[in-house]
């Protein structure tokens, strides 16, 4: 059974850091490509960094410099390293691989 569970999610302070982990089961997340997913109260789900198999790395803009994703390939885990987070970040954060997803952790950034 396939499975990827995120955690790492809290509540921080602007400024301060945060890394979540999708980690994955029944699949091997160096074969895919894996995406990390926000989803802001009321908004839709976008996209803000991506890493290949080749591990190629794609981010939003806003995250940029701030956002650093990468993968374990022994814990087949990827990370998302988060730092001088904004209160704009706050949201759902999801992983992706394929068409699997996971269930989401929470990250909320106070002002």
């Known amino acids: 059974q396939v499975q990827l569970v995120e955690s790492g999610g809290g509540l921080v302070q602007a400024g301060g850091s945060l890394r979540l982990s999708c980690a994955a089961s029944g699949l091997t997340l160096a074969n895919y490509v894996v995406d990390w997913y926000r989803q802001a109260p009321g908004k839709e789900r976008d996209p803000v960094a991506t890493i290949t198999s080749a591990r190629s790395i794609y981010y939003l803009n806003s995250v940029k410099g701030r956002f650093t994703v990468s993968r374990d390939d022994a814990k087949n885990t990827v990370y998302l390293q988060m730092n001088d987070l904004k209160a704009e970040d706050t949201g759902s954060y999801y992983c992706?691989?394929?068409?699997?997803w996971g269930q989401g952790t929470q990250v909320t950034v106070s002002p």
């Open positions: 992706r691989a394929g068409s699997n």
